[in-house]
Each structure stands twice: as C-alpha cells, then as structure tokens.
C-alpha cells in the first residue's frame, strides 16, 4: 500500500521559513513525479510546485522566488522549502505522487502564517 506522510508544517511568523517533507512508503518515487497542493479555507484546492522524474522543476506564479520543491529518490522523499512566508500562504498543504503506477496524496500539513 502506498503512504506519503507530509510533515514540518506549523505556525510561524510573516517573513519566516518552513521545510515541508514528504515521505513516500509502499512504492519507490524514482519514476514519478512529485507535487505539492494547498488548499485555504472556504478555496479550492490549489497546485503549488511540481518536480519531475528527471528532475525538472515548475512553481506556480505565486510562490516563484519563495518557495523551491526537490526530491530526494535515495530517501524516498520529496521536499518543499518556503521562505519569505506571507499571510495569504495559511494553508494545508498536501503532498501528491503521480505516474504510470497511480496518482496518490497525502492527508496534508497546517501551515499558518500570521502578520
């Protein structure tokens, strides 16, 4: 069974800086591509950042600058380091794996940003 559990959320200050991880159990992420969603209160759910098998990296318009997704297939794991965090970033924030095998989520991570 596939597992991806997000972890590293949590409450910080407008201006600070968090590193969302996304640990991946049950099937190898080498040949898939690795994404990061969020979704606010009372919005849809939102595309964030994605990094390719190869690795080719796309952020959305506005966390470019801020925010930088990576993996690491050696652990399993897919990352996302946000800086310059701003209010308007409150969110949960969801970890996705998608490839021939499937396209699979994680139950998400709070992230709060207060001014």
């Known amino acids: 069974q596939v597992q991806l559990m997000e972890s590293g959320g949590g409450s910080v200050q407008a201006g600070g800086s968090l590193r969302l991880s996304c640990a991946v159990s049950?099937?190898?992420?080498?040949?898939?591509?690795m994404g990061w969603y969020r979704q606010a209160p009372g919005k849809q759910r939102e595309w964030v950042a994605t990094?390719?098998?190869?690795?080719?990296?796309f952020h959305a318009d506005s966390v470019k600058g801020r925010f930088t997704i990576s993996r690491d297939n050696a652990k399993n794991t897919a990352y996302l380091q946000m800086n310059s965090l701003r209010p308007e970033d409150t969110a949960v924030y969801y970890c996705?794996?998608?490839?021939?095998?499937?396209?699979?989520w994680g139950q998400g991570t709070q992230v709060t940003v207060s001014s």
């Open positions: 996705n794996m998608r490839g021939i095998t499937g396209d699979y």
């Open positions: 049950g099937r190898s992420i080498s040949g898939s591509n």
């Open positions: 990094v390719t098998s190869i690795p080719t990296t």
